[in-house]
T-cell receptor
Framework: DAKTTQPPSMDCAEGRAANLPCNHS???????VYWYRQIHSQGPQYIIH???NNETNEMASLIITEDRKSSTLILPHATLRDTAVYYC?????????????FGTGTRLTVIP | GAVVSQHPSRVICKSGTSVKIECRSL??????MFWYRQFPKQSLMLMAT?????????EQGVEKDKFLINHASLTLSTLTVTSAHPEDSSFYIC???????????FGDGTRLSIL
């Protein structure tokens, strides 16, 4: 699996957009970019995933660069409840028995 | 949406006892489930892949005789920590993939404390 690089921590003011970057320069053509987050003492929560097009759902937007070597997760209006560790994971295929490798992630702190 | 339920959420027991953790997929069938372990201030580490109707696949360094996995149906996998010791205290998390939607969904974890 391609390796991902994320900043260890970020702060964001409540109500502002939180932009979380991820570098995956060795990504292969058949690898998807997944984003999960983990709030303290809970299991990881799926946020969004994409292959090469930008994606948006009720939680966030995912912007993938044209060369697919990096991506940005955008939380449009961060709230205090968005404080969590955010993991960017690159993995082949959407279906199948593939596990996910969790790196160290980015600890996002939303500040009142 | 897809939901994975894990039970119990917290267990405190004496050293030497065995503890069973259940992982259920509530509204989808999962031929494969995954078991992770997370120590304080660390990331999730995959322990094993649970396959319905067959033996689990363990990651290097994980003792299969200590961490027994049973995946008897398409909606239930269990992890039994046998003869638990204080060093087994950790946060255990399961996940499963809905064959139709793709992304893995995680349970809320089980915090195991061995005294």
């Amino acid at each position: 699996d391609a390796k991902t690089t994320q900043p260890p921590s970020m702060d964001c003011a409540e109500g502002r957009a939180a932009n979380l970057p991820c570098n995956h320069s060795t990504i292969s053509g058949n690898e998807y970019v997944y984003w999960y987050r983990q709030i303290h003492s809970q299991g990881p929560q799926y946020i969004i995933h994409g292959l090469k097009n930008n994606e948006t759902n009720e939680m966030a937007s995912l912007i993938i660069t044209e060369d697919r070597k990096s991506s940005t997760l955008i939380l449009p209006h961060a709230t205090l409840r968005d404080t969590a560790v955010y993991y960017c994971i690159v993995r082949v295929a959407v279906t199948g028995a593939n596990n996910l490798f969790f790196g160290t992630g980015t600890r996002l702190t939303v500040i009142p | 949406g897809a939901v994975v339920s894990q039970h119990p959420s917290r267990v405190i027991c004496k050293s030497g006892t065995s503890v069973k953790i259940e992982c259920r997929s509530l509204d989808f069938q999962a031929t494969t489930m995954f078991w992770y372990r997370q120590f304080p201030k660390q990331s999730l580490m995959l322990m094993a892949t649970s396959n319905e109707g067959s033996k689990a696949t363990y990651e290097q360094g994980v003792e299969k005789d200590k961490f027994l996995i049973n995946h008897a149906s398409l909606t239930l996998s269990t992890l039994t920590v046998t003869s638990a010791h204080p060093e087994d205290s950790s946060f255990y998390i399961c996940s499963a993939r809905d064959r139709l939607t793709g992304p893995q969904h995680f349970g809320d974890g089980t915090r195991l404390s061995i005294l």
